[in-house]
C-alpha cells in the first residue's frame, strides 16, 4: 500500500491524468451530495409554506386540496391563536431584554475579573446548554412546584430567562474576547471617568454582541416549546398552541404564522448577510 | 445560580412520597429511583439508541455537507450557512408537523417507494421507528453541521496542500490531517445533536407510535398527565446522569485518540 503510494508520488506528473479525472468524479459527487442534503434539510420547510395556501377540507391539513389567499388574509381566524401569538412575543420581548442584560453583565465580570468561583461560573454557564430541555424544564417546574408558584406567565417568563441567559453571556463574551482592553485604558487616560469610558467606548465596541445575543435570546423565545410546555399553566404560547391543536386539528394559519416567522427571520439574516459581504473586501475569500 | 437551584429542587422533588390529593412529602424515597430504572428500562434504551442512531445518521449527513460549504463554497459561503440554520426558524412543532405532511400514507414518499417495491404496498412511514429516527436526525442537523463546518473552516489550507504533496494521496491527507482537524467540530456537534435527542419527546409523539415511546415522552406525561412529579423527578435525573456518564466516557476516548494521532 505504502510502496503504491509511493510510486504513484514519483511518478505524479505521468499519474496526473487519472488523478485529475478522481478529482473530477470526487468533486461533483460531494457537490451532489450537498445538493440532496440541502433538500433534505429545505423540504419541511417548502412544505410548510406551499400548505398554507391549502384550502383544506375537514381539520387536517396533510393533504393538497386547492390553492386559496384566505389563511394568509385571515391569519388569526382561529380561536385562541391571536392571543397565543401575542403572548408569544411579550414573553419573547421581556425575556430577551431581561436576559440581554444580565447576560452582558455576566460576560462582562467573566472576562474582566478573576474572581473565586470563576471556573465554575464558567462550567455553570455551559451546563444549561448541555442539559436536555426537558431536564431543565422538569427541574424549573419541582422548583415551582415546592414554592407553590401558580403556573402562568410568570413562571413561563422566568423560564425564558433563564435558557437565555447562558446564550447571551456566550455571545456576548465572544464579542469581548477579540477586544482590546487598552482602549479602554486610553479612554481612562483621556476621559478620567469609568462611565463615559464605558457608555463612549465599551458599549459601541461590544453592541454588534448583545445585538447579536439579543436576537438569539427573542428567537430561541418565540421558538422555545419543550420548557415552556412543563412551566406553564393555562397559558398558550403558538409553540404550545400548535401542540395542543396537533391533537384535534391542524388549521392552515397554523402554516402561515409559521411561514410569517420564517420569512421575518430569513429576511434579518439575508441583510445581515449582505451586509457582511459588502464590508468584506473583494478578494477576500 | 439560576441552574443549581432548580436542580437541588428536581432532586428534592424526586425524594419525595405521597400522592397528588394528599400531597407529596420529602422522605428519602430512592424506590422512585429503582422504579425509574426497573418500569422504564425500555424507553432509557430506546431513547439511547436512537439518539445514537440520529447523531450518526446526522454526521454522516453534515459531514460532507460541512466540508462542501467550507472548500468548495467560495463566497457563497454565508449563504449557504443560512440555508443550513433555515429550518430553525420555522418553529420545531411545525417543522415536524411538515414531516408529517411529506411521510402522510397516501404522499407522494410512500406512493414513489410502493412504485418502486422498496415498501410493501400497504406499508407506511409515518408511525414506524424510521420516522421518528429521521424526524430526529432532521431536527438537530443543524447543530452537527454548524461546528462542524467552523472547524474545517478554520483549518489552514496550506496544510492540507502540504500534506497532498507528502502523501500524494487526497484520500490519506483527508483521514490524517483534514479529519484531525475537524474532531474539535465533531466532538462539539455530536454533543449538541446527542443530548436534545436524547430527552426529546416531539419527535416520538408526532411522527410514532406508543411503541416508539422515549424517556422525554414518559417524563412530560408523568408531569402534565398524571402529575406524579416525584417519578417524574427521579426519570429526569436519571436522565441527566447517564448523560453525564456517556458525555465524559466519550471526551476521554475522543481525547485519548487526539492524542495518538498527534503522536503518530
Known amino acids: 500500500m505504502t510502496s503504491a503510494v509511493e510510486t504513484v508520488a ?19 459527487t460531494l457537490t451532489l451530495f450537498a445538493i440532496l442534503a440541502f433538500l433534505y434539510l429545505l423540504l419541511p420547510i417548502a412544505v410548510v409554506v406551499v400548505f398554507s395556501f391549502n384550502d383544506p377540507i375537514g381539520r387536517f391539513n396533510f393533504k393538497w386540496q386547492g390553492f386559496t389567499l384566505d389563511n394568509w388574509l385571515h391569519p388569526f381566524d382561529y380561536p385562541q391563536l391571536g ?203 | 445560580m439560576f441552574f443549581l437551584v432548580p436542580m437541588y429542587y428536581l432532586g428534592y422533588t424526586s425524594l419525595e412520597s405521597g400522592d397528588l390529593f394528599s ?62 440554520i433555515a429550518p430553525f426558524f420555522v418553529t420545531y412543532l411545525i417543522r415536524t408537523l411538515a414531516w408529517k405532511t411529506i411521510l402522510a400514507d397516501d404522499g407522494i414518499v410512500v406512493s414513489t417507494l410502493q412504485n418502486l417495491h422498496l415498501v410493501s404496498s400497504d406499508g407506511r412511514l409515518l408511525a414506524t421507528t424510521t420516522a421518528v429516527i429521521a424526524g430526529i436526525t432532521y431536527n438537530f442537523l443543524p447543530f452537527m453541521a454548524l461546528p462542524i463546518y467552523v472547524s474545517l473552516e478554520q483549518i489552514d489550507q496550506r496544510l492540507i496542500e502540504a500534506a497532498e504533496d507528502l502523501y500524494a494521496n487526497r484520500a490519506k491527507a483527508f483521514f490524517r490531517v483534514t479529519f484531525p482537524l475537524s474532531l474539535p467540530g465533531v466532538f462539539a456537534g455530536t454533543l449538541l445533536t446527542f443530548i436534545p435527542a436524547c430527552g426529546d419527546f416531539i419527535n416520538a409523539q408526532l411522527l410514532g407510535t406508543p411503541r416508539q415511546l422515549m424517556i422525554g415522552n414518559v417524563i412530560q406525561s408523568k408531569f402534565k398527565v398524571s402529575a406524579d412529579y416525584p417519578q417524574a423527578a427521579a426519570l429526569s435525573f436519571v436522565l441527566m446522569a447517564i448523560i453525564l456518564v456517556l458525555i465524559i466516557a466519550y471526551a476521554r476516548s475522543v481525547g485519548s485518540e487526539r492524542v495518538t494521532t498527534g503522536v503518530a
Open chain 1, 10 to 28: 514519483v511518478r505524479r506528473h505521468r499519474a496526473s491524468a487519472t488523478t485529475r479525472a478522481w478529482a473530477f468524479v470526487r468533486r461533483h
Open chain 1, 83 to 285: 392571543p397565543a401569538v401575542r403572548l408569544s412575543l411579550v414573553i419573547a420581548v421581556f425575556s430577551a431584554v431581561i436576559a440581554t442584560a444580565i447576560g452582558t453583565l455576566m460576560a462582562l465580570a467573566l472576562v474582566r475579573y478573576r474572581f473565586r468561583g470563576h471556573g465554575s461560573t464558567n462550567l455553570l454557564i455551559f451546563l444549561p446548554m448541555a442539559t436536555p430541555e426537558i431536564v431543565m424544564g422538569s427541574s424549573l417546574l419541582t422548583l415551582f412546584l415546592n414554592y407553590s408558584v401558580p403556573l402562568g406567565f410568570t413562571t413561563i417568563l422566568l423560564a425564558h430567562i433563564m435558557f437565555n441567559i447562558s446564550f447571551v453571556v456566550v455571545t456576548v463574551r465572544a464579542r469581548l474576547a477579540g477586544y482590546d482592553r487598552h482602549l479602554e485604558e486610553a479612554a481612562a487616560d483621556l476621559f478620567a471617568n469609568p462611565w463615559t469610558a464605558f457608555y463612549k467606548v465599551t458599549l459601541p465596541l461590544i453592541w454588534p454582541g448583545i445585538l447579536a445575543g439579543f436576537l438569539l435570546a427573542f428567537a430561541l423565545s418565540v421558538d422555545d416549546f419543550v420548557i415552556t410546555y412543563l412551566v406553564s399553566g393555562a397559558d398558550q404560547t403558538f409553540p404550545l398552541f400548535v401542540w395542543g391543536a396537533a391533537r384535534v386539528a391542524v388549521p392552515p394559519q397554523i402554516n402561515v404564522i409559521g411561514s410569517a416567522i420564517f420569512f421575518i427571520a430569513i429576511a434579518f439574516m439575508l441583510a445581515n448577510v449582505l451586509w457582511q459581504w459588502r464590508r468584506q473586501p473583494k478578494g477576500a475569500v
Open chain 2, 23 to 84: 400531597g407529596y412529602t420529602f422522605s428519602w424515597a430512592w424506590d422512585n429511583y429503582s422504579d425509574a430504572w426497573t418500569l422504564y428500562r425500555d424507553h432509557f434504551i430506546r431513547s439511547f439508541e436512537y439518539a445514537a442512531i440520529a447523531t450518526l445518521l446526522a454526521f454522516l449527513i453534515s459531514y460532507p455537507l460541512a466540508y462542501w460549504i467550507a472548500f468548495r463554497g467560495g463566497r457563497w459561503k454565508n449563504l449557504l450557512l443560512l440555508l443550513i
